[in-house]
């Protein structure tokens, strides 16, 4: 059926638009009182991912409340680890916590090697279906995954880090392995997101959060190998690659096989811009503090944002995922400004 | 007196080298056993900062025992604040803290307005005259300060942060505030690093550990800005500025007016070099994890860095500081690998 607010999927491929579509990382969740209601009524972020009605619920909200012009499912990046073998909690204030952790071949084996995703993230592809049926073609739904190099990162530390030096120490002291297991998520990773799209995910998007921890040669190994063997499998489907903090490789992202990159706050539209002519569409990038700042602050920053931008093929988001203490009505007059926006 | 090994001094002035100088940034410390000796004595990190017989031990320690070609002043970035009357305290295994933190316009009264710096930081001053003392004119002693922008998050946030958001968002919510917090910092660096030079310091370094959270506009304003104000302080001095992270704005980076750039493992120092031309010595780059990997991958990467330097305009460093859980030895295999490469 034909998805009636379709500028997400205009902007992805390069067709002309009356306006920029807009939605921001994280819309779904903790900044919506109506999410913490949701929430609240369950044992914690796991039950929530992990109950389908749940999750479309909270997918669903920021359309209603928020008038993004598309919606995300909510759910996790580390379900692939825990599809993989390697279960996760989520601690309240601390976040994500792994009870084993994977930095050898020896703990390779603590990893099945026989995976049937469909049925261990069917909670996933059947919130995509609910939240697709309650969406109703009003705007388009977004699936996700973890780039291969963040869930590496995620398995290997068993937690987040400044540093992940114990990530990055097994690039120099074990290559193979870490091949290996990067092979190893990114084959689930495909099978995932092709199950999210039969499922009915009508736009994708890699978030590599780690990437900037790596220096160019060695994002190109560990990093972009993979991500290139995930958007091969994706030809001509809306995708976005967001590796963030990864200015120093930004020439060989933009090299990617995929309709849009997406920027942080630190790249440069107009650079990147440069760097992409008209082949890719960009999507970002307003800093996330903006939303801190008064109203007039808000429009004053999205506006000096739009007007960076020399072409059509842009998706107004953040640089960021959006801080949960942000007030919604600071979100609202960014979207908004963004509608209004006379191009 | 004249400095005996002065390779440093030379390669901050741009004069031909025999060899490339070299040395670790916090290589005074955790990865040593002898460090932990003296640690173990004292009642934690701070009584060994305050006690000037100490920290001149510790600094001295891997000019021996590393054979390094540069001691830098055992200290933290946190004393400068501490200072202006907001006292901070180094919590085991999770970092600095502060009781107050510095948000608002009246929150500022909680800082002094009268800084005696030298008597206030005297126990700094102490121990560089006592560390010039043992070094006897063996290799040159570096003083060090935190930039103003990696201070002021601490003194906003009261400790680390993985977004730094509280800090980021006043920068947007109350920008006048922020300057005049920015600009009294700025103030007490000054007068802290002149005393630095006063009591012996042979040469300097500014660290800006979170300068890779602002976007180039903003780093400008809020870092950049008050740099150039310290830097020009200190003419014809040999002196280090480490802007972690902002890679996007190495092309301002550049043009300050000091004798070197840090640079971090994600900085190219090829691409560096072009911006700079001979204008500046470059200081870097390994990944600290490297010195992770066996011998020879250390001989191989370290070479490999040393390979694309154009110039004689280096000083060897990793492209961040030493981690705490690195084997001495490989330390060692590091520098000997540098001191042996025949240019």
Known sequence: MKIKNDLLLRAHNGESLERYPVWIMRQAGRILPEYRIVRSKLSGFKELVETPEFAAEVTIQPVD??????????????????????????????????????????????????????????????????????????????????????????????????????????????????????????????????????????????????????????????????????????????FTVFSKGALASLPEIAALNCSTLGLDWNMSIEETRKLVGETKTLQGNLDPCVLYGSDESIKKETIKMLKSFKSQRHIVNLGHGVYPDIDPEKVKVFIQTVKNYEN
Chains 1, 2 share one sequence.
């Open 65 to 238: 409340l928020l008038d993004v012009d598309a919606a995300i499912i909510f759910s996790d990046i580390l379900v692939v680890p825990e599809a993989m073998g390697l279960p996760y909690q989520m601690i309240e204030q601390k976040g994500p916590w792994f009870e084993n952790t994977i930095r050898s071949n020896e703990e390779l084996s603590y990893l099945d090697t026989i995976i049937d995703v469909e049925d261990r993230l069917s909670y996933v592809f059947e919130a995509i279906k609910l939240t697709k049926i309650a969406l109703d073609s009003r705007v388009p739904l977004i699936g996700f995954a973890g780039a291969p190099w963040t869930v590496f990162c995620y398995m290997v530390e068993g937690k987040g880090s400044k540093t992940f030096s114990e990530s990055r120490k097994l690039l120099y002291t074990n290559p193979v392995f870490a091949h290996e297991l990067l092979s190893r998520i990114t084959d689930v990773t495909i099978r995932y997101m092709k199950a999210q799209v039969s499922a009915g995910a009508d736009a994708l998007q890699l978030f590599d959060s780690w990437a900037g921890i790596l220096g160019t040669e060695q994002y190109r190994e560990f990093g972009l190998n993979y991500i290139e063997k995930i958007v091969a499998a994706f030809p001509n489907f809306p």
